[in-house]
């Protein structure tokens, strides 16, 4: 069993899912989350009396919070012993987090390059990739704990870190979106039952390819191919379905024809 103890600060959909996937690897993992009770809680009087005794606290609240909860913890603590807390945002600065160095915290962000739709149980630690930015000379610290855990990360510089969040929304939030739009128009093709199982047929397919051959060159289709004659079809269909999604794939297609010469 890990010796680790190890607070998430807010167990939502990011704070939930990592204190299962915490739990399973033997780490002794507790959560707060205002107003709730039962396994694995704490009150927040309870946290506030015992906060030196936890190795990590992993603050799991939306942006916006943030500072709020780092002004509560400043008001309402002494000082800790060199303890490590990291928040989870994909674009805030792990300097919003400064106030607590003068309470003896390192601090740092730890931002997962994942999905979270939901809390889910079933996910493991080592399937989730993470992004951290901290001060070069907390990194030792923090490597230490993070060899311990189990977590598989990448250091990216604080400025780097709106590139880095960007890249995720195109990967996970525009795939969404577009894949919504297929499955629209497989509707719109007079499909009813199917459409997810021909959805991730050819989603999988592509994700093979992807892996299979790399990303920085892989791609198919009528853009990639100079196919005007299918590209002029497919936007004379758009122009009078969608103007939205003809601007969308006019865009697109531009960007492949560009992009992947």
Do not use: Q, W
Request: aromatic share 12%.
């Amino acid at each position: 069993r890990n010796s680790l103890k190890i607070l998430i600060y807010g167990a939502g959909r990011v704070g939930g899912t990592l204190y299962y996937t915490l739990k399973k690897r033997g780490v002794e993992a507790f959560r707060y989350s205002r107003g709730k009770t039962g396994a694995g809680y704490l009150s927040l009087d309870r946290i506030l009396r015992s906060i030196d005794s936890f190795d990590l606290i992993i603050l799991s609240v939306p942006d916006m919070n943030i500072e709020v909860v780092v002004n509560e913890l400043y008001r309402s603590i002494d000082r800790v012993s060199n303890r490590v807390i990291l928040h989870t945002s994909g674009t805030i600065s792990y300097r919003v987090l400064d106030p607590l160095i003068e309470k003896g915290f390192i601090t740092g962000s730890l931002h997962p390059y994942f999905s979270f739709y939901r809390i889910r149980r079933d996910v493991n630690l080592e399937d989730i990739c993470f992004g951290l930015s901290c001060e070069k000379n907390s990194l030792k610290r923090i490597e230490g704990l993070f060899n311990k855990i189990g977590i598989n990360y990448e250091f990216i510089l604080d400025e780097k870190r709106v590139p880095y969040h960007i890249s995720a929304v195109f990967v996970s939030n525009f795939t969404a979106l577009l894949l919504r739009i297929a499955f629209e128009l497989l509707e719109y093709s007079g499909f009813r039952d199917k459409r997810e199982d021909f959805i991730f047929s050819l989603l999988n397919s592509t994700l093979y390819n992807l892996k299979r051959f790399g990303i920085e060159k892989t791609i198919t289709g009528p853009a990639i191919r100079g196919d005007m004659r299918v590209l002029n079809i497919h936007k004379g269909f758009l122009k009078g379905y969608n103007r939205l999604y003809l601007r969308l794939y006019t865009l697109v297609s531009n960007l492949i024809m560009t992009l992947y010469k």
